[in-house]
């Protein structure tokens, strides 16, 4: 088939472990989208279940890489899009149904001007289609202490999708379970930080794509449906690799005269967070926090020496300028909307 040089070429790169499920229930709509130039590649991340076979024998026309390890999130992407020739990457998770033409309005977004480097599309629920999604809902922001949240979602607070969000804005961070993002800037940048493993790692990537001079934003036009937690589910490794990941990533990236400060009251804050959790009952989770602050604390010279901080955070697009923490547990505010400046939603 022709395909027109004009029409930028895309990859949609789904990255896959013991999957099979997911593959089997969200791929037929991935196939079904409108864009012309696009490749459908599937990454296993060594999956021990029928994945690869049940893919092989059911669409032969899905491209198949096979990784012999599991490298995570961050790792499994960079192994991957190394071997992968396209104008733009879709870094999509299994568990996300997409609609038809979910490809045109983000990439002719992205085409329209240089300077974005990535974007998302809204994110709803798959289970409750009327509501955003965790993930990243309508775009990801993050607050002066790091705290990551989202036009839609504060903490596990997911709002009703009743258009509130519908404009197209810059943010701080675009979600991984659908983010689109040119492979000349994904590469330049060295893809993400391997050690992440998963989570949080579309988050420093994309602060970095901001300290590079790119933008982030969130094109509502394009819709998905996210199920959420496919791959990692909740637990004590899910929470480890968030509160240690978030740490590392304000220690590499704010500046020392706001590092010091905000890395002791996240601390302060964690800790406060995991004693609260074992008074109610929750021992992994109190476990979990001691051991990310353990790892940070027994790394810290190293981490440090990866400081690429050039711009204060406030500097930056997609960052609030208070504490969700102090508004949405102390001031009872849960959504987007009543936290942050009504004339940034």
């Given at each position: 088939?022709?395909?027109?040089?004009?029409?930028?070429?895309?990859?949609?790169?789904?990255?896959?472990?013991?999957?099979?499920?997911?593959?089997?229930?969200?791929?037929?709509?991935?196939?079904?989208?409108?864009?012309?130039?696009?490749?459908?590649?599937?990454?296993?991340?060594?999956?021990?279940?029928?994945?690869?076979?049940?893919?092989?024998?059911?669409?032969?026309?899905?491209?198949?890489?096979?990784?012999?390890q599991n490298d995570g999130f961050a790792g499994g992407y960079n192994w991957a899009l190394k071997q992968i020739n396209a104008d733009y990457y879709i870094l999509l998770n299994s568990d996300v149904f997409v609609t038809p033409e979910w490809i045109e309005p983000i990439i002719n977004l992205m085409e329209s001007d240089s300077t974005i480097a990535a974007c998302q599309p809204k994110l709803l629920s798959y289970s409750n289609p009327n509501e955003f999604e965790y993930a990243g809902a309508c775009g990801g922001w993050i607050d002066i202490l790091g705290y990551p949240f989202a036009r839609g979602r504060v903490f596990d607070y997911m709002e009703v999708d009743t258009g509130q969000y519908n404009n197209t804005v810059p943010v701080f961070w675009a979600s991984g379970a659908a983010m689109f993002i040119k492979s000349t800037v994904f590469n330049a940048l060295n893809g993400f930080t391997t050690s992440f493993f998963a989570h949080q790692e579309e988050i420093e990537l994309c602060w970095r794509i901001q300290l590079a001079g790119y933008k982030i934003f969130v094109c509502p036009k394009s819709i998905v449906y996210h199920l959420g937690a496919g791959t990692l589910q909740k637990g004590g490794r899910k929470i480890y690799l968030n509160f240690r990941n978030n740490l590392i990533m304000l220690i590499m990236h704010l500046p020392n005269n706001e590092k010091y400060v905000k890395v002791l009251l996240r601390f302060l804050l964690d800790a406060l967070s995991a004693w609260k959790s074992l008074l109610n009952g929750n021992i992994s989770f109190f476990w979990a926090v001691v051991k990310a602050h353990a790892y940070v604390l027994l790394h810290l010279n190293k981490i440090q020496t990866k400081n690429r901080a050039k711009k204060p955070m406030q500097s930056l697009q997609g960052v609030y300028s208070g504490s969700i923490v102090w508004q949405y547990f102390f001031k009872r505010k849960k959504t987007f909307a009543e936290i942050v400046d009504k004339k940034r939603l």
């Open positions: 088939m022709n395909i027109s040089k004009n029409i930028p070429s895309v990859a949609i790169v789904i990255l896959n472990y013991n999957g099979a499920h997911y593959l089997q229930q969200f791929l037929p709509s991935v196939l079904s989208s409108t864009y012309t130039n696009k490749r459908i590649i599937v990454a296993d991340n060594a999956s021990i279940d029928n994945s690869v076979s049940w893919l092989t024998n059911t669409y032969p026309e899905v491209e198949i890489l096979l990784n012999l």
